[in-house]
C-alpha cells in the first residue's frame, strides 16, 4: 500500500464515518477529514520535489475482478499529481466556504461533498480504463446531489440535465473502452498506449475515428466544449457555492484530463486528423463564451460563461501538438481551478451578505468591505491574465504554442484574452465603485476570518504560479513531452508507409 | 430391458432433491393449513423459509449429470439458475411477511404457492426435454396466476390475474404448437436429441425448422415480456401485489431465459442465422419500448415494470450474442438484476402501506428526510437500475455490452448503451422526488419496517452492492456453467 492508496481511500473512510457520526458533529468531522487528506496528499509532492521523473510513481497494481482482468492500477505522474493536489486542496476550502451557507441537512451535504473527493482523485488517479471509468460515474453521483438538493431555485433542472449531459457522453465511452479491450484483453492503459505504440495494435482509419470520438464526447460533453456546454450555467448557477467551486475548479479537469491522458496517446491519428475541427470549436468557444459573458446581468453565470471561454484556450493548447501549447493547456487547467474557484468563493461571499445574483442589485461594494475589494480586484486581475498573476503564464504558452502551430488561430484566439478583460472589468466597476446604497452598505460586512482562511491559499498560489512558474512546470513539462512523443512516433511510422510516401513525395516536387 | 433399468436410481433422486424437498414443503403447508384452528397464527412463512434454506445446499451441491433418462439435466446452467430462483424465493417471502399481515390475508396458500412457482422454475432450467420445459412452465405460470390475483377482493389484483391467466395460457398455447412442430420434424422432443437430428446430414426442412423457432420463441418472448409481446407486463406488475410483483419480475423471467437459451443457443445453434435477426430487433424493441413508455410513468410500480421490460432488453442482447460471454453475461445480469428488483420493489411494499395507498412518484417526496435508511437503499436499487459502477446493475450492463461488441453487434450495443442514458432519466425522477422535495403527509408517521422486511431490503442492497464491487462471485460461476 502506498501513499497515494491512503490518500484515495481516506475520503471513502471519510464518507462512511460522516454517515455514522451525529449531525452535530459532521462540519467539524468534514473539515478535519478533508485537511488530513490535504496534508498526507502533500507527501505525494516527494519524488517531485526538484527532480522531475518520467514515469509513474505510487504505482500500486493489484487485481481487482479476475475475469475480465480488472485491476485496481493507480499511480502518480507529472500530468495528474497537480490536479490531485487541486482537488485535495479545494476539499478543505469547499467544506469552509460551506460553514455557514449550509444550514439543513448538513450531515448528507458533507457527506456527499467528502464522497465527491474520493471520485475526483480516483479519477485522476486510475490507470486501468475500467477503473476509470467507474470513478467517471462515480463522481457524477455526489455533485448531482450536491445541485439538486442544496442549489437555487431552478436546481432539480439543473442537477438532471447535468447528470444526463454527462451520461450520454459517458455511456459512449463505456462502448469504447469495451471495444478496445476486445481488441487488446486488457484494460490497463499502460499496456494498451504500448501496443499502439509498438504498433502491435493497429486500427483502421474510421475505426481509430469511432473510437477517438466516442472518448472526445464525452470529455468535450465536460469540459464543456462549444456547442456541449448548455448544461453548464445552469449547473454552475443553480449549485451552492462549494457545489460550484468544485465543479469549476476540478470537475471541468476531468474532461480535459481525459482529452491529454486518452485521447492523445492512444488514438494519435484521429487527434491529428480532428485537430483542426477541434481547434475550431475551441475559438468559437472563447469568443462565444467571452461575447455572452460580457452581456449576462448574473454574475454567476457571468462567471460561468467565462470558464466555457476558458476552457476553450485549454482544449486549443491541447490540440496544437506542440509542447508550448500542451504545457501551457495543462497549466491553465489548474490556474482556471484556483482563479474561477476564487471568484466562484467571492460570488457566494457576496451572495450571502445581499441574496442575490444580479449584478444590478451590487454597486460601490468597495466603500463598505474594502478588503473583499481587493480580494476580488487581485483575483479578477488573475483571471484576465495580467502578467505575475497565474492565468498569464498558461494562456501566454497556450497562444504561443497555437501560434507555431497556425497563426491564425492564434489571432482570433488572442481576442478572447482582451475580451475576458472587457467583461471583467466591467463586472468589477459595475459592482465595486461607484456609490454604495444605504441598504447594501449595511448589508455589507467585511471578510471575516472564516471568509479569509477560505481565500487566501488561493490568492497565495495565483501569485506563486503567476510568479514561479519553475515549481510547477517543469514536472508538467516531462509528462507533456512523452504524451506528445507518443503521437508523434507514430507520424513517423506513417510516413514510412510507401503509398504514404508517395503522396509526400509528390507533393513536394510540385 | 429389464424393467428395473426404468425405474429411477438415487442418483436420479439425489439430483432431483430441490424439487423434492420444495414440493413437499408446499403439500404440507397446504395440509397442515387445512387442519389449522380457526383464529390461531399459521406459521407457514417460517416454514417455507426452512424449506428454501434446506433446497439451496440441495441444489448447490447436485451432482452435474442426466436424471430421468435425459429427461432433466443437471449442469452448470442449471445449479445456477436454480440457486437463483430458489434465492429470489427466500427475498421474496421475506419481503411478503409484512405485507400479507398488513393486508390481513396472513395465509398458508400464499407460500404454498411461491413454492410450486419454483418448483415449476427449478423443473424448467433443468430440464433437457420440450415437454418437462412445458411441464414445468405450467406449473410456475399457473401458481403465479393465482399469485397475481391474491388478494381476491381487490379489483386491480383481479384484472391483474385474469389478463395474466388468459395472455399466457394463449402464449402457452404457441410454446406447445412449437413443440409439435419440432417433434414433427426431427422426430424427438429430447433436446440432444434436436441438435442431433438438426446437425446431421438428413437435417429436416429449414422452413419446418423455422415455424417451429418462431413458435417456440413467441411463447418464451411472453413470459419474459418481449416487444411486441410486453402489453400485459405493466397491468399485471401493477395490478398484483408488490411483493408478488416482485417475484413475477426476477423469478419466471430467469427460468424463461434460461429455457431460451437452452432452446436457441444450444438446441437450435446451427439455424442461428436464421433466428438471430429476430432476436436483433426484438432486443431493440423490448428497450425502447420499455424506457420510452417507462418515462411517461407516474405510478412507481407501473414505472418499475416498464422498466423491467427494458432490462429484458438488455438482457436479450446478450443472448442474440450467441457466445459463451454472452450466456454468461444473461446468468450475471439476471442475478444482479434479482436483487436489485427485488430490493426495490421490497422499499415500495413497505411504503405502499395497507392497500397499498402510497404508490405514486410523488409520494416518495422527502422519504430521505424522515427515512434516511430506506431511502438510501432504494438509491442504491435506483442506481443499480441505472447502471451506475460499483453496482451489479452496471457490471451485468457492462458484461452484456462486452458479450455483444465480442460477437460484432456493434450498431446495437450503440443503441442499447444510448437507451441506458435515457433510462438514466425516469430512474433519476424518483431520486428528485425523495431527495429534493420538500415531504408531504404520505412520507409521515410511516411504521418501522418488520424484521423480515428489513431482511429483504438490506439483503438486496448487500447483494446489490457485492455483485458490483466483487463480481467475481458470481461472474466465475456463471462463466464456468456458460453453454460454451
Known amino acids: 500500500m502506498t501513499l497515494l492508496d491512503i490518500v484515495l481511500f481516506l475520503p471513502l473512510v471519510g464518507f462512511l464515518l460522516l454517515l455514522i457520526l451525529p449531525k452535530e458533529s459532521s462540519r467539524m468531522a468534514a473539515m478535519v477529514f478533508s485537511l488530513a487528506v490535504f496534508v498526507v496528499s502533500l507527501g505525494l509532492l516527494m519524488p517531485y520535489w526538484f527532480q522531475y521523473p518520467a514515469g509513474h510513481t505510487f504505482s500500486t497494481n493489484v487485481s481487482w475482478i479476475s475475469y475480465p482482468p480488472i485491476r485496481y492500477h493507480v499511480a502518480i505522474d507529472g500530468l495528474s499529481l497537480w490536479l490531485v493536489l487541486l482537488s485535495t486542496l479545494l476539499t478543505p476550502i469547499a467544506v469552509l466556504v460551506s460553514w455557514k451557507y449550509i444550514d439543513h441537512r448538513v450531515k448528507e451535504y458533507y457527506a456527499f461533498l467528502i464522497l465527491l473527493e474520493f471520485g475526483l482523485i480516483g479519477v485522476f488517479v486510475a490507470m486501468d480504463l475500467f477503473l476509470f471509468y467507474t470513478f467517471w460515474e462515480v463522481s457524477l453521483v455526489p455533485m448531482y446531489f450536491l445541485i439538486g438538493i442544496w442549489g437555487h431555485e431552478r436546481r432539480i433542472y439543473a442537477a438532471v440535465k447535468f447528470f444526463l449531459f454527462t451520461m450520454a457522453g459517458s455511456v459512449l465511452m463505456l462502448g469504447a473502452i469495451i471495444f478496445l479491450y476486445n481488441r487488446t484483453g486488457t484494460f490497463d492503459y499502460g499496456e494498451i498506449q504500448g501496443m499502439i505504440q509498438t504498433g502491435s495494435l493497429v486500427f483502421s482509419p474510421q475505426a481509430e475515428l469511432l473510437l477517438f470520438l466516442a472518448f472526445f464526447i464525452a470529455f468535450a460533453i465536460k469540459v464543456p466544449l462549444f456547442p456541449l456546454h448548455t448544461w453548464l450555467p445552469d449547473a454552475h448557477v443553480e449549485a451552492p457555492t462549494a457545489g460550484s467551486l468544485m465543479l469549476a475548479s476540478v470537475m471541468l479537469k476531468m474532461g480535459t484530463y481525459g482529452l491529454v491522458r486518452f485521447c492523445l496517446p492512444l488514438f494519435p491519428d484521429a487527434a491529428r486528423r480532428c485537430a483542426p475541427w477541434i481547434a475550431g470549436l475551441a475559438i468559437i468557444g472563447i469568443i462565444y463564451g467571452a461575447l455572452v459573458a460580457l452581456v449576462q446581468p448574473n454574475m454567476k453565470k457571468l462567471v460561468a460563461y467565462s470558464s466555457v471561454s476558458h476552457l476553450g484556450f485549454v482544449v486549443l493548447g491541447i490540440f496544437t501538438f506542440t509542447q508550448q501549447g500542451l504545457d501551457g493547456a495543462v497549466y491553465q487547467m489548474l490556474n482556471h481551478g484556483i482563479s474561477t474557484g476564487a471568484l466562484f468563493i467571492l460570488v457566494g461571499y457576496l451572495y450571502e451578505r445581499r441574496h442575490s445574483l444580479e449584478i444590478s442589485a451590487y454597486g460601490g461594494v468597495a466603500t463598505p468591505a474594502p478588503n473583499l475589494a481587493i480580494v476580488f480586484l487581485i483575483t479578477t486581475l488573475a483571471s484576465i491574465g495580467l502578467p505575475m498573476l497565474n492565468n498569464f503564464v498558461g494562456e501566454y504558452l497556450v497562444l504561443q504554442g497555437t501560434a507555431s502551430a497556425n497563426f491564425g488561430w492564434a489571432v482570433f484566439a488572442a481576442l478572447g484574452v482582451i475580451f475576458s478583460a472587457c467583461y471583467m472589468l466591467w463586472l468589477y466597476q459595475r459592482m465595486f465603485y461607484g456609490k454604495a446604497s444605504e441598504s447594501l452598505a449595511h448589508h455589507m460586512p467585511d471578510l471575516t476570518m472564516r471568509e479569509w482562511a477560505a481565500i487566501v491559499p488561493l490568492l497565495i498560489l495565483m501569485v506563486w504560479m503567476g510568479s514561479f512558474a519553475q515549481s510547477f512546470l517543469p514536472s508538467i513539462s516531462v509528462q507533456n513531452a512523452a504524451i506528445l512523443e507518443s503521437t508523434k512516433k507514430l507520424r513517423v511510422e506513417r510516413v514510412a508507409i510507401p503509398a504514404r510516401q508517395t503522396a509526400e513525395v509528390s507533393r513536394a516536387n510540385h | ?484
Open chain 2, 1 to 484: 430391458m429389464p424393467i428395473t433399468s426404468f425405474l429411477p436410481t438415487n442418483v436420479d433422486y439425489a439430483r432431483f432433491l430441490p424439487e423434492i424437498l420444495l414440493t413437499l414443503a408446499g403439500t404440507l403447508i397446504m395440509f397442515l393449513e387445512a387442519l389449522r384452528p380457526e383464529g390461531k397464527k399459521s406459521n407457514a412463512g417460517v416454514f417455507t423459509i426452512i424449506a428454501l434454506v434446506m433446497a439451496l445446499p440441495a441444489a448447490l451441491m447436485a451432482t452435474p449429470g442426466p436424471a430421468f433418462q435425459g429427461m432433466l439435466v443437471v449442469d452448470g446452467m442449471a445449479t445456477f439458475f436454480r440457486t437463483l430462483v430458489i434465492v429470489v424465493g427466500l427475498l421474496v417471502v421475506f419481503s411478503s411477511t409484512d405485507y400479507l399481515r398488513r393486508e390481513k390475508q396472513e395465509s398458508g396458500e400464499y407460500y404454498a404457492l411461491v413454492l410450486f412457482s419454483i418448483v415449476g422454475q427449478c423443473v424448467m432450467v433443468t430440464a433437457n426435454e420440450l415437454i418437462m420445459i412445458f411441464i414445468g412452465l405450467e406449473i410456475s405460470s399457473i401458481a403465479s396466476y393465482i399469485l397475481a390475483g391474491y388478494l381476491r377482493d381487490d379489483a386491480r389484483n383481479n384484472e391483474s390475474a385474469l389478463k395474466y391467466f388468459l395472455l399466457g395460457s394463449f402464449a402457452t398455447a404457441f410454446l406447445l404448437y412449437g413443440i409439435a412442430w419440432i417433434y414433427g420434424a426431427t422426430g424427438s422432443t429430447n433436446l440432444t436429441e434436436i441438435r442431433r437430428a438438426l446437425t446431421s446430414g438428413a437435417a429436416p426442412p429449414e422452413a419446418m425448422i423455422g415455424v417451429a423457432a418462431a413458435l417456440i420463441f413467441v411463447g418464451l418472448a411472453f413470459k419474459i415480456s418481449a416487444a411486441p409481446f410486453q402489453g400485459w407486463a405493466p397491468d399485471v406488475y401493477q395490478g398484483a401485489p408488490a411483493p408478488v410483483s416482485a417475484f413475477l419480475t426476477v423469478g419466471p423471467k430467469a427460468a424463461a431465459f434460461a429455457v431460451l437459451m437452452r432452446v436457441f443457443l444450444g438446441s437450435l445453434e446451427t439455424a442461428a442465422p436464421h433466428w438471430m435477426p429476430a432476436i436483433w430487433v426484438c432486443a431493440l424493441a423490448t428497450m425502447v419500448v420499455g424506457n420510452f413508455a417507462a418515462i411517461m410513468q407516474s405510478n412507481i410500480k407501473r414505472l418499475l415494470a416498464y422498466s423491467s421490460i427494458a432490462h429484458a432488453g438488455y438482457v436479450l442482447v446478450a443472448v442474440a450474442a450467441n457466445s459463451g460471454t454472452g450466456s454468461a453475461a444473461v446468468m450475471f445480469y439476471l442475478a444482479a438484476y434479482a436483487f436489485t428488483n427485488i430490493g426495490a420493489f421490497a422499499v415500495v411494499t413497505y411504503f405502499g402501506r395497507a392497500g397499498e395507498k402510497y404508490v405514486a412518484i410523488d409520494d416518495f417526496a422527502g422519504l430521505a428526510q424522515r427515512q434516511p435508511a430506506m431511502a438510501a437503499m432504494l438509491t442504491i436499487f435506483l442506481l443499480s437500475l441505472i447502471g451506475v459502477p460499483l453496482t451489479g446493475g452496471f457490471f451485468g450492463k457492462f458484461y452484456i455490452f462486452k458479450a455483444a461488441l465480442d460477437a460484432n453487434l456493434i450498431w446495437l450495443t450503440v443503441l442499447g448503451l444510448l437507451n441506458s442514458a435515457v433510462a438514466a432519466y425516469y430512474y433519476l425522477r424518483i431520486l428528485v422526488v425523495m431527495y429534493m422535495r420538500e415531504p408531504g403527509e404520505s412520507v409521515e408517521k410511516l411504521p418501522p419496517a418488520g424484521a423480515l422486511l428489513q431482511i429483504a431490503v438490506y439483503g438486496s442492497a448487500v447483494g446489490t452492492v457485492l455483485l458490483g464491487i466483487f463480481p467475481s462471485l458470481v461472474l466465475d460461476f456463471a462463466n464456468r456453467a456458460a453453454l460454451r
